[in-house]
């Protein structure tokens, strides 16, 4: 059974209950206050992202990640994220950035790798190194309408990681466990999302 960020080693666990410090560039103390704070006021936990996105040329597109809604309050971005997609010749594309389902790939990696680092920090272990190899599987002739008995998407997605840190194998297991089931990403990717589309044709 999976638990929450917030859990400590039973008494029964091979490890010590260790102090609540930053580790791992993570600031605990700042970490479990947050979550205390939204545990309190629900409110909180509203958050409302946004992106915009600009057709350049041929398969060519910029996505800039705007600010966000959260907290109590309006965000700004902390630099300017901006985001080029493209496919590659092959897929009649000239390759001015990787394509979106590449970029979906780096969507789950990262969710999933931010959550180990929380969850590791939370728990009190000192991580040495955190690596993913993601591997997506797609049948092209979907999305090129060439059969409407494959799907246009991912057929799978498979992510191994290779973690190191102060604790034993099993125990960094569960953390990344842990953090797979706490993604976002990874749960709008196994579970769906309503997705609606409105235009604005001149």
């Known amino acids: 059974m999976e638990t929450n960020a917030t859990t400590e080693p039973t008494q029964s666990s091979p490890r010590p209950r260790r102090e609540k410090r930053p580790i791992n560039g993570v600031d605990v103390p700042t970490l479990f206050a947050t979550i ?18 600009q057709w350049v040329k041929g398969t060519h597109s910029r996505s800039r990640i705007e600010g966000f809604s959260g907290a109590g309050g309006e965000h700004a971005q ?25 970029v979906l790939l780096h969507a789950i990696a990262g969710c999933i790798t931010a959550g180990i680092g929380n969850v590791a ?13 993601v591997e997506g599987d797609i049948d092209m002739r979907g999305l090129l309408g060439i059969s409407d008995d494959v799907r246009n ?3 799978g997605i498979r992510l191994t990681y290779k973690v190191q840190g102060d604790a034993d194998a099993e125990t960094l297991r569960q953390v990344v466990a842990q953090s797979q089931a706490r993604s976002a990403v990874y749960d709008v990717l196994t579970n769906g999302v309503p997705v609606s589309i409105e235009v604005d044709a001149d």
Request: aromatic share 8%; with cysteine; net charge negative.
């Open 121 to 133: 920090a939370a728990r009190g272990i000192e991580l040495e190194s955190v690596e993913a190899h």
């Open 153 to 155: 998407g991912y057929q």
């Open 78 to 102: 902390t630099d300017d994220f901006v985001y080029d997609g493209d496919h590659p010749p092959v897929l009649c594309g000239v390759g001015n950035g990787p394509t979106p389902v590449e």
């Open 36 to 53: 205390n704070a939204v545990a309190e006021q629900p409110e909180l936990a509203s958050f409302q992202f946004r992106a915009s996105n």
